[in-house]
C-alpha cells in the first residue's frame, strides 16, 4: 500500500506570496494530520481532521494558515501571506482510527523555505 | 494538560555502544506511550509503544518499559549501529474522557554513531 503521500517536497518562495501544501492520506485513515517542525520549537501539531472535519485546530499559530479536507483523500494546508518565520518542515500523518489512535503514519514531509 | 520530557541532546555514540535516551511524562488518566524514529530527510515512523504499566515495546533491538511509579518510558538497545543515527522522539496519548485523544510529542533527540 502507498503511504501517506505529499507535495512539494521543497518549496522556495518569497515572503507575502500564498504557499500550498497537499497530502494524501493512507486510504482508509479516518485521522488526518498536519504538524510542524521546526529546530526551536520541535513538532507541534497544528490542526486534525477526523472523517474530513476539523477537530482541534488550537495549533494552527495565525489566521494566515488555514487547512482543508474536502475528501477522504485530499487535504490542503494553505500559508497566505507567507513569512520568514513560516520556514520549517510540514508533515502531514494519517491513522485508522481512535484505538490505534497513537499509531501515525507521516509523510515524508515539505520542507518550506521563506526568503 | 500532558507534557513529554527528553534529555537533552544530541547524543554521539560509537559503533556497539549501549544507549539509553530518557523520557518522562506527565498525563491525566492512562495514557498509551510512544518511541517514534525518523532518519535522515523522511518522516517519523512508529518504533515501540507500550499500552499499559509494565509493558515492554521492542523493536530492532530497542525496548522501552512503561514505568507508572516514575512516569518514565526510556528508550535502550544494547548494541547500536550506524544505522541507527536519527532522531528519537517519546510521545504519549492520552484518553481523557470528554476530550479526543491525540499525541503529544518530546522535542526529540539526535543520535550519532560512529564506526
Known amino acids: 500500500d502507498a503511504g501517506v503521500i505529499q507535495s512539494p517536497r521543497h518549496e522556495v518562495t518569497e515572503m507575502g506570496q500564498e504557499v500550498t501544501l497537499r497530502c494524501k492520506p493512507i486510504?482508509?485513515?479516518?485521522?488526518l494530520f498536519w504538524y510542524r517542525q521546526t529546530m526551536m520549537r520541535g513538532l507541534e501539531l497544528l490542526i486534525y481532521?477526523?472523517?474530513?472535519?476539523?477537530?482541534?485546530d488550537s495549533g494552527m499559530p495565525e489566521d494566515r494558515f488555514s487547512a482543508k479536507m474536502p475528501n477522504a483523500s485530499f487535504s490542503t494546508l494553505k500559508i497566505q501571506p507567507s513569512e520568514p518565520r513560516d520556514s520549517a518542515v510540514y508533515f502531514c500523518?494519517?491513522?485508522?482510527?481512535?484505538?490505534?489512535?497513537?499509531?501515525?503514519?507521516f509523510g515524508e514531509g515539505s520542507r518550506l523555505t521563506v526568503l | 494538560g500532558n507534557s513529554v520530557t527528553q534529555m537533552e541532546g544530541p547524543v554521539t555514540l560509537s559503533e556497539e555502544a549501549f544507549l539509553t535516551i530518557n523520557c518522562t511524562y506527565t498525563?491525566?488518566?492512562?495514557?498509551?506511550l510512544f518511541w517514534y524514529v525518523q532518519y535522515p530527510g523522511e518522516g517519523l515512523q512508529l518504533l515501540l509503544k507500550?499500552?499499559?504499566?509494565?509493558d515492554k515495546g521492542s523493536n530492532k533491538g530497542f525496548e522501552a518499559t512503561y514505568r507508572k511509579e516514575t512516569t518514565s518510558f526510556h528508550l535502550e538497545k544494547g548494541s547500536v549501529q550506524v544505522s541507527d543515527s536519527a532522531v528519537y522522539f517519546c510521545?504519549?496519548?492520552?484518553?481523557?474522557?470528554?476530550?479526543?485523544?491525540?499525541?503529544?510529542f518530546g522535542k526529540g533527540i539526535t543520535l550519532s554513531v560512529r564506526p
Open positions: 500523518a494519517s491513522s485508522r482510527d481512535r484505538g490505534l489512535f497513537g499509531e501515525l503514519f
Open positions: 486510504s482508509g485513515h479516518d485521522y
Open positions: 481532521f477526523n472523517n474530513n472535519v476539523p477537530i482541534d
Open positions: 498525563a491525566t488518566g492512562y495514557p498509551s
Open positions: 507500550a499500552t499499559k504499566a509494565d
Open positions: 510521545a504519549l496519548s492520552s484518553d481523557d474522557t470528554g476530550a479526543n485523544s491525540k499525541l503529544t
